[in-house]
Each structure stands twice: as C-alpha cells, then as structure tokens.
C-alpha cells in the first residue's frame, strides 16, 4: 500500500542523508516515477525566511537556522504526502527523530570522496573555514563521521550511491519500499 494514500496521509517516502549525497536530484527523480509531488525543506526554510540558508547562518547563526528548520520539517512531514528530502542536519533535532520514527525514511548514502566534490564549491555555510584551522574537507569528513550513525538508526532502508545515477536509485527505493505510481491507484478512468 502506498503510505501517501494511507488513512494519515504521510509522505510516500522522506530522504536523508550528508550534504552532496544526492537528496534533491534522487528526491525529484523519486517523485516524478511516483507521479507525486517532491519537496525539499531547504527550499521551504528559504521561502520561510525570505533569505538563503547561507544568509540565515551567517546572520542569524546556527542555533536560529536549527529552530526554523525543526519546525518546517514538522510541518512538511505534517502536510506533505509525495517525497519529502530533509537538509542534512535536520536529522540531528532528537523532535526531528521522533517523528521520523513513523516514516518511511531512505538514507542515501555518499563517500566523502564523491560527496564532498559535489559540495566544495557551494558555498555550505557548515564547511566554511573554522575558527580552528580546519579546512573545508576536514570539516565535511568530520561531521560526516559524527552523524553517520544516526542516519543509519533513521532510516529503514540505507542505500549507497556510489557510481549509481538518480533514475535508478529512484527505481531501487521504489522497488525496494514497494511503491507505485499514484496513477496505479486511481481506478480506471478516474481524474487525476
Ligand atoms: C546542512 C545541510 C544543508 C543545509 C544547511 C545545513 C547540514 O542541506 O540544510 O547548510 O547541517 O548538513 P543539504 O544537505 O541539502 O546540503
């Protein structure tokens, strides 16, 4: 059964992972075969705030962009019933963990080799140079090491995307979580 048509309309299916692993591309390709709507709670932090993230961070701080986002995660996986892909850190929040608890949750794993050259450039306020000397890379693998085990206890399916492309992780999870298009529900002939 397809959990977005189940009686407490969740998502169909939530993405986390570290940054670079892929989460919006695989989220998108994931909706689209799902025929579903895709969401990314960076992009509503965005609207919410009416700034980037980076900005949020850099006027703002850490402590504010981990609130605003707590509460838009819970509401998007209150509301939202196609993929929803989280920020990297929102796992973090214990209210965040809670919840996903419920959800069917994909963790998309990435090596810090292949992620990190997709994030280096971006601008990430997280891998911004430290005060301790730490260069960008340095930063990425460290957090990176401190958040894997959560994100594998969140998660009910773990996936590594090593060499893989986004229509065939999409394909995978669809498979693997035995997910339909929402096509494949409607009766014969029924509206969208
Ligand atoms: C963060 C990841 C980012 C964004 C913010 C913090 C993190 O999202 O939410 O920069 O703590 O890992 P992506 O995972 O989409 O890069």
Not at 34 to 55: K, P, Q, W
Not at 78 to 104: C, F, I, K, S, W
Not at 126 to 146: F, H, I, K, V
Request: glycine share 10%; proline share 5%; charged share 25%.
């Amino acid at each position: 059964m397809n959990a977005s048509l189940g009686p407490d309309r969740r998502p169909v299916a939530v993405l986390i992972g570290f940054m670079g692993a892929g989460k919006s591309t695989v989220g998108a390709a994931l909706a689209a075969l799902l025929e579903v709507e895709f969401v990314d709670t960076d992009h509503e932090i965005v609207t919410r705030a009416g700034r980037s993230v980076a900005e949020v961070f850099a006027t703002d701080g850490e402590r504010y962009f981990r609130d605003l986002e707590v509460q838009v995660v819970l509401d998007v996986l209150g509301r939202e019933t196609g993929v929803v892909a989280l920020g990297g850190g929102a796992v973090m929040t214990p209210a965040v963990q809670a919840v996903l608890a419920d959800h069917l949750v994909v963790y998309l794993e990435v090596s810090p080799d292949v992620g990190f050259v997709r994030v280096r450039s971006s601008g990430r306020p997280l891998l911004q140079p430290g005060a301790d000397g730490t260069d960008a890379e340095q930063r990425y693998r460290a957090l990176l090491d401190e958040r894997v085990d959560t994100y594998r206890a969140a998660a009910r399916l773990t996936i590594d995307t090593t060499g893989r492309d986004a229509a065939s992780l999409a394909d995978e999870i669809a498979r693997a979580l035995r997910l339909r298009p929402a096509s494949a529900y409607r009766p014969e002939g029924s509206p969208p």
